[in-house]
């Protein structure tokens, strides 16, 4: 890659809460110039644009609580590389705060496409975004899942609005603006079963006390946002 100096670049930036920090930014450039070579179903070799992953460190700026990347839009070189999409976001630091041997589990994340290719972290759903600016701002509640099966593990995860993860297509946006609203008061805990047998489900543990056992993998967000906004109301 070769992209000139002063070539059109989109700004990401991540206003990051206290006990979380940046994940590493996933970012995929490809290349219509640069073919590479698959087999379909039937064995046939078919050629698709070529793809080239990097990985970006987001930068604190001045000692605050947001971070920043700039990413060219046109990486040039030989094979005249275009930016594809992006995925970024945050998570929960190893250690944190729920103690020693806590994990960091899954988290909250967004993935912007700037192209007609899927990225290459695939969620079902995206939003279309038109014009030069995307802002998102998410909420998300602290989640500690213990598991049993393959040995003990508890994890420091995100429950947030589609699972955590947003997608968007935004061809033409320039600057993006994350901020993960995290509201640390209101833990969600859940433990999985020790055996494997039909009818045991993962059993959630909300901070109003009830417990929920339904067949579902991650956390009731509907449910987390009434318990929060019901409790604040009461303030």
């Not at 802002?135 to 602290?142: C, H, K, Q």
Request: proline fraction near 6%; include cysteine.
């Amino acid at each position: 890659m070769s992209p000139v100096p002063d070539g059109e670049k989109v700004t990401v930036t991540i206003k990051v809460p206290e006990d979380l920090e940046p994940k590493p930014m996933r970012v995929m450039y490809r290349s219509s110039v640069c073919k590479s070579v698959v087999r379909d179903a039937d064995g046939r070799p078919e050629q698709l644009d070529g793809h080239s992953g990097h990985e970006v460190k987001l930068v604190r700026q001045g000692g605050g609580d947001l971070y920043t990347a700039e990413l060219y839009v046109n990486a040039g070189g030989a094979c005249d590389w275009q930016l594809s999409n992006v995925v970024f976001g945050v998570k929960y630091p190893v250690p944190n705060r729920f103690g020693e041997g806590v994990k960091s589990g899954l988290s909250g994340s967004l993935i912007v496409i700037f192209d007609d290719n899927n990225a290459q972290l695939r969620v079902p759903g995206s939003k279309v975004v038109e014009g030069r600016e995307l802002r998102v701002v998410n909420d998300y509640y602290p989640w500690i899942n213990e598991s049993f099966i393959r040995g003990h593990v508890k994890s420091a995860e995100l429950a947030g609005e589609a699972n955590g993860f947003h997608t968007f297509k935004a061809r033409k946006a320039r600057s993006i603006y994350f901020e993960p609203s995290l509201h640390s008061n209101y833990v969600v805990i859940s433990k999985e079963p020790t055996v494997h047998k039909p009818g045991m489900f993962i059993t959630f543990y909300y901070p109003d006390g009830t417990a929920q056992s339904d067949g579902r993998y991650v956390p009731d967000f509907k449910k987390m946002q009434e318990i929060r906004l019901k409790a604040e109301s009461k303030k």
